[in-house]
């Protein structure tokens, strides 16, 4: 019943900006906590940025200052803005849902590619 589905991803030049959004459906959205995360080739998946039901955000200290998670409750849709994009940054970006903010993240997209070139 639950589903994600990511766009937004791309290929820019190092120091540009990409928005990704992701869609949710067959939950009751505003009391969910979403998340971000990102899966690099050869690397273990990890988190990017989080934001509660709430607005609490929190976020990975290598993308602090130049990304920002936010989330529209009337669209049951999550956002992760990506400014100063560098090559580090390449990776497979995956929407995430924790149902009622219990810890559980059981639910994932399919992911969008994000590469940044030098």
């Known amino acids: 019943q639950v589903q994600l589905v990511e766009s937004g991803g791309g290929l820019v030049q190092a120091g540009g900006s990409l928005r990704l959004s992701c869609a949710a459906s067959g939950s009751i959205f505003n009391r969910d906590t979403m998340g971000w995360y990102r899966q690099a080739p050869e690397k273990e998946r990890e988190l990017v940025a989080r934001i509660t039901a709430g607005g609490s955000t929190n976020y990975a200290d290598f993308v602090k200052g130049r990304f920002t998670i936010s989330r529209d409750n009337a669209k049951n849709t999550v956002a992760l803005q990506m400014n100063s994009l560098k090559p580090e940054d390449t990776a497979v970006y995956y929407c995430?849902?924790?149902?009622?903010?219990?810890?559980?993240?059981?639910?994932w997209g399919q992911g969008t590619q994000v590469t940044v070139s030098s």
């Open positions: 995430n849902l924790d149902q009622a903010g219990l810890g559980l993240w059981n639910y």
